[in-house]
């Protein structure tokens, strides 16, 4: 039973009803189906109005997560049935590479689920109650390995979200190994798949790693090394887009693991990458060896370096800002947006006339619009005249379903200088 | 002189200033360009600060728009320049076609200005006192001719826009037709060319008529016929994205003169095209056939023709939805989003599982955030999914500058139902 409240917000086409908008929920178990119905109504009698079905969290602060706007009597079906329609959305929609998301959890109407294909490794993450309940973990770990038939497939783990889901302490692991990378050993039973119990195999991180292709471009992966699912993928669209525009020197600051790097490589006369985490930037040089290209690694703060650079009067062709997220909640919002100005303007100083500015931000809490703003004011404060080429957001992999404005996170702005 | 306000705005990286927030300009003349200073200021005598040079208008609500953050000894020799980078960045960024704008006013720091290539036809615009002055016009003129050496040179006018710069009122008129399209009669004297009171050339229309392609497509214009300049512009890279989308059965809905839906009979087995106006329509089968497509052709009310299409349960896989600017000022607004949202919906019903709906607004003051939350209380009403696969805007010979919101007016999103 939620409150009006919550019932107008799924009515306006969003799948969460807070804590707070919950009237009635008595011993609904963690991670259940419930069908959700609004409390009181105009009539008298009051009657109740059915909203749909839902995943339940007894923890977490976002307590129902709709998954139909009917009642669902199997949901295992329906989760199935979701799956398969992600990946066929993959296979319409995704090309040039065999490296993306295949289930982006609410951007694909199964909110807690996420899972990425790196070739022949597939990952995956569950993040509420109801995903992580022993049968609907078979049920998706079936359906993922029916589909791709990995050779590997690891579980990450967001130590944060598990604790606010109240559920248990996991590691990364391995789920599953199959003979291709085993030199002949039995595949292991279906019962240690599933079973969130079964001790984690132990591997060298070598023994797992994987070369993907994406764009034409090759990259090592180690699906449970890295700082987060998914990098990469979300920006693979961009990575091509910024290659279309770049030319000359260009400079890639928040390199991570090089990967705008290695796409300016192709059209630009010399690269340099920039991160503050050395382990990135061996895997960056590694990649770089991969795909023969010469690009220099600066181990280096951004900022610091951005303003030692422009002081120095240093110049470039091609600038690429892509950094973390700065900001984590609202409250951080003004602090990150002028961090995005600083940035921004440190860039424009050092971009030729005509050069290309590709600035990102993947902190939900910045709008596009919000980082539009930061990159003028820069402009303002540089002299500099701004012509926007392209407002670009996500991979198409990472699908955004209008109503769920939390499934819409990365902006990636290309600009012309003049 | 301008007010805080007005320098604020100005800072802020826009480079309008309204005429309520101008608070010196004694005898300026109409079109002059003027040295913009800040009012008061905090010292004490109060010391006014120099904000840059700018057109000033003795007519409009906009009273200033600024061409360069510093006073300009030459504004002849600025405009130019301005006009070759135009040239330049559209020479660096458009592709695949021989008809684009080459001018967008704001967009290319000319305010004021507008000017359109159709293959050997360039059509201009002026929509300020100061680009209407007897030698603007010439060094316009001679600069656009200079670079393109057109078979004709036209000039559209805006009639309610000479109204508010209290210009005096002009026709669309041929200023320019050289022997190429006269059957080798001498080329007009350049005196002709920049003297607005020269009687104009009287030509049929047909006469004027040029063909030029887009994406590989070719079209018919008569740079003197048509709704307004520019038609077709502005959704080229659109046309292109929509028609990597599309397939199956597809309906354009305001078709105008056939741009979508001759993009889309390339990839769908059939395509209806629904206009309210014969005339565009007309040029539409004229488009068709020059490149060999078969099209169905509706003369109707949009509206109508989908709420009848949609309760007698017609089904396609694509649709397109590109209607005319509902929303002319803010006070539209809310009546245009009703629209938006009835021709969505009316969309959404008719789509099959898995269909493609491009859905576009040219309304500035209706945002791409309230275009998506149309679109989306319309997949709830109609329980229908939907997943946003492009969020974009208007082609890149269109180009818009940070800061400068009014620049930025197209949106068109491709969604994918489910």
Redesign the interface.
Known sequence: MVSRRGAERI???HVWVYRSDVIKAEEVPPGAVVTVQEAGGRGRPPHSRTLGSAFYSTASEIAIRMIS?KPTDNVHQLVRERVR?AIA?RER?VDDTNAYRVVYSE?D?LPGLIADRYNDVLSFQVLTQAMDLPEMRETLVAELRRAFDPAILVERVDARVRQLEQLPEKENKVVFLDARRRGGAPISPPSDVAAPGAPARQLEGSALSTEFSMNGIRFLFDPLAGQKTGAFLDQRENYAAAAGYARGEALDVFSYQGGFALHLARVSSKVTGVDSSRPALEAAEQNAKLNGREIEWIEANAFDLLRDYSDAGRHYDTIVLDPPAFAKSRRDAPAALRAYKELNLRALKMLRP?GILVTCSCSYQVSASDL??A???A??DS?R?????E?R?QS?DH?????IPET?YLKCLI??T?
Do not use: D, I, Q, T
């Not at 699908?399 to 109503?403: I, N, R, Y």
């Open positions: 009515r306006a086409g706007p329609s959305y929609f951007g109407f005509g539009l703003e990159v003028m004011s402009s303002v002299h005249n701004l012509r926007l080429l407002n957001g198409k699908p955004s379903v209008p109503g819409a600009l012309l003049s």
